[in-house]
């Protein structure tokens, strides 16, 4: 009995519980009479009986109960039981869902709706019908006699009737006895048909075309979505003259533990033989009938700052992708396999690496694998000094395309495989100091060994070897700027002008290698490239090819900035003016002061005959705005030695309006410059658009060979808008010199609500509106 007086509470609370609950506050009704003058309705139409809770408003009323809102010309409400009955122009607004009729029958608190005609929309997919039912709290809706669209306006060109329907809005709608319309003609029958209507709902997509190497050809693409994790395409193409082809595409999100996508395409080739005559590549051998590619990617984060990768590319023969995924081809023509693993920590970074080749008709450097250790540039202790350092290991097999043992070469003329393991650290120290507080002035100096194992393979010729490298150098370098605030200019869009110039020198030395790079088995050696290497460690990273240097380089770096509208006003956060570039320059001019005298030398990034010469190329890139719609880009490498244009490029890109837009570009590459044979590359290229009307727009793309004289590769796409879709008609010439040219034409698709390309992807790469 002493225990009753401590329980006692406790049983006061459980049974009072229920009256609390009771008496928490309910959703409150706010009721507005609008007062509207209805034609034949008596002004003042408003009526409230408290006793009751009847409301109705005759003039015009607006009833929000919740996250729910109706507005109507009239309307009768039970406040009690939650019931409303309205008539004229009535708006129900739940969520981000909105029902339009003109007599519905609707529960506040049930959600229950009745609607005798009735009109719905949540972008993409709108809809209109007759007895229509349903629950908005559970996204549960029947109709009959409905029809849906994707176009957003009173006389939609596409849509679909059906006899009854059920939407669950957001995901899914299930419709019986549809029949699909454009602009009034019946063009499908289902019998059944459901349609995910969220982001990612399934879609099916078809590209109809001609081209000479294909014949007709129509490319079909299904994308399915299985949950949120779990997408794909099931690809099924016919072309005439090569056949049927088609694969799947799988897409998997697994968290943290990576992103998987798969891919697979098979293609009986019936005429694989045009893959030779209708480009100009040669000694590749037969093309087998049987082609295909298998590509396969993961990318995953399973632990802080552990990044874990692998990708793997697998194709029949060179040239499938060529012939038959064109703008892969033109982003990566030799695709790798790798799988790589990199941990960071805050000072190092510690990357493995694995790297073999698939493809045996493709030269390749295999690592098996490659180990390295990263120290960014770290200060020691509380030194003035830094510190930073790369170490790799590995073994390492440079293998060359069909290599024929018979004749102890291949097809490329290259000497046979060889192999070896490699050890290398590289360690160096800098002393950073600011003089004047404006001068910036970093020596350093460095030392790297390395180590190579006995060469394998039929073309392996070394010997074991060590290797040592010292280097040592001083870099220079400052920023001034100066500022010109009421500098004003309408032709040039100028408002204020500042001008950055920033002048720079780096000294570098090293003296001859103890193992000169010409008795070493070259894995990472230099390649052709386009720009300026660096010469400085670690930044310069051709390990094999390390040789003596004694060189200054200059550099120039100017900058004008002013204040400019942004291109489109108000749009993207942008409230006012914004700071852009009018011109960016960059300069850069090796100066060799002991060149290499040797027959065969380093010289613009190739071992060519001859010494190297005093001056390397003088490097030139401009990035020129004058106007906020006009921009030059230019890039340019002059040999001061011998008066030679060895490189230039130039684009420049018009874009005034939303009406047109031009971009212009110039390609030029003297013949023998980076080993591009004798007769050297000079190409101009455009892309122009123009837009007719809101409907109609025309782009031409059009690549010209000014060396042979020839139009090399030509598109040119008609577009119409059709309101909830777009559609384009693309005309392609190919002429690469060798065979016949090839011609094709192809009519694309693509809905509003789910673009088959991103805005620009047409522009950015052509071949998608032809299928390739």
Known sequence: MRRLPAITPLILFVAVLPFIASAQPEESWEIQALNRIIPGVPEGGFYYDPASGLVRGTNGIIVKYGDATLSADSATLNEQTGDVEADGQVRIESGDQLWVGEHIRYNFKTHQMRSEEFRTGKPPVFAAGQALEGNITNHTYGAHHIFLTTDDVSNPATLVRASRVRIVPGKYIELWNAVLYAEGVPLFYFPYYKRNLGERANNFNF???????????????????????LDGQIHLDYREKRGLGGGPDLNLRLGRWGDFAFKYYYLHDDDSGASISTNSFNNLG???????RFNFAWQATPFTNLNLKALVNYQSDPLVLHDFFEGDYTGNPQPNTFVEANKYWENWSLDAETEPRLNNFFD??????????????QQVFDTPFYYESESSAGYYRHVFAAFDEALFTNISGTLPDYSAARADTYQQVLLPWRFFNWLNVTPRVGGRLTYYSQAGGPGGTNDEAFRKVFNTGVETSFKASRLWAGATNSLLEIDGLRHVIE??????????????SSQLPQFDSELPSLEILPIQFP????????????????????TLQTKRDPPLLGSYGATGKQIQNLLDWNLMLDWRLRPDTRTNALQNGLTTVGPQKTFNDLYSALAFRPRSWLTLESQLRYD???????????????????????GLGHWYLRGGFLGNGTGGDNYITSTFFFRLNDNWGLRATDDFDAQSGRVQDQFYSLYRDFRSWTGAVTFRVVDNGTGPEDFGVAFSFSLKAKPKLPLGGDTVSPYHLVGE
């Open 364 to 377: 390749q450097v295999e690592r098996l694998p490659d180990v390295k250790l990263t120290g960014f540039r």
């Open 640 to 662: 001061i030695n011998d008066g030679h244009l060895n490189l230039a490029f130039h684009q420049l890109t018009f874009t005034p309006n939303e009406k047109w837009s031009w």
């Open 503 to 516: 002048p720079s020198v780096n000294y570098v030395f090293v003296p001859d290698p103890s193992t000169p």
């Open 286 to 292: 037969p093309i087998p009938e049987n082609r295909q």
């Open 207 to 229: 590209l109809p075309g001609y081209r000479s190497v294909y014949g007709p050809y129509l490319l079909n693409t299904y994308t399915w979505f299985a949950g949120s994790n």
């Open 539 to 558: 930044d310069y990273n051709d390990i094999d090819s390390i040789d003596s240097r004694n060189v200054i380089r200059f550099g120039l770096r100017n």
